[in-house]
């Protein structure tokens, strides 16, 4: 009985937790949909923060669920796509107002929002029927191949448009002297991200490129 214990929790736990997700990121996208549709995109991100930053946050998550073995996903690729979304969300578009108007807010929240909307119900679908329809199986590994690039070139766009915002603020530096005897520059320290994007996003768009050819020829021979 004990034995049967530890699946049944795991699966309750990942039902919840990927339909809450999903509930999250509709609520995002419907916002900057209706955004759009009165032609207000410099009203995106006021619409969509609240949501987009709890949902964004509780991703997070993701990086125990790999630690812990609740899902096969490998600890660098989800810790590579988490590090970047959370630092656009709370250290540049939460933090420095002035990007929000910017046109790059306005394809980082479809594309993140889309992405997200296909992705949970997948595996909502899966951890309450063990099974997801092919159509959204289909859509959880083709549409990233558009979405994902989208999502990464806005990524660094906003990071690199409020630069300049970072460095004449000087928010969340620390000077020297101190008495931690240590300084912190958060203008070379995003400069620092950015360079991580060129390596870690090839690396996750080819783990996402493997995964598709294995999960579709599956699909295709069951």
């Known amino acids: 009985m004990e034995a049967n214990v530890g699946p049944v929790v795991r699966r309750l736990y990942l039902f919840v937790y990927n339909w809450a997700a999903f509930f999250g990121w509709a609520q995002v996208l419907c916002y900057a949909t209706l955004a759009l549709l009165e032609r207000r995109p410099e009203a995106i991100y006021t619409a969509i923060e609240r949501p987009l930053l709890v949902t964004q946050t509780a991703a997070l998550m993701e990086i125990v669920h790999s630690l812990v073995g609740l899902v096969k996903s490998p600890v660098s690729a989800t810790i590579l796509q988490l590090i970047g979304r959370i630092f656009v969300a709370w ?132």
């Open 91 to 222: 250290g540049v578009l939460w933090s420095f107002p002035e990007t929000r108007p910017h046109i790059l807010v306005t394809s980082l929240i479809l594309a993140w929002s889309i992405a997200e909307v296909i992705r949970y119900p997948y595996y909502g679908m899966k951890e309450t029927f063990g099974f997801a329809h092919f159509w959204l199986l289909w859509l959880r590994y083709n549409m990233f191949i558009v979405l994902y690039p989208i999502g990464m070139l806005s990524e660094v766009g906003l990071i690199y448009v409020t630069m300049p915002y970072m460095k004449a603020s000087n928010k969340y530096c620390l000077q020297m002297p101190n008495k931690w005897n240590f300084s912190f520059n958060y203008h070379y320290a995003s400069v620092l991200l950015m360079g991580i994007y060129f390596p870690g996003f090839p690396h996750l768009y080819r783990y996402m490129l493997l995964r598709r050819k294995v999960v579709l020829s599956k699909a295709k021979s069951a």
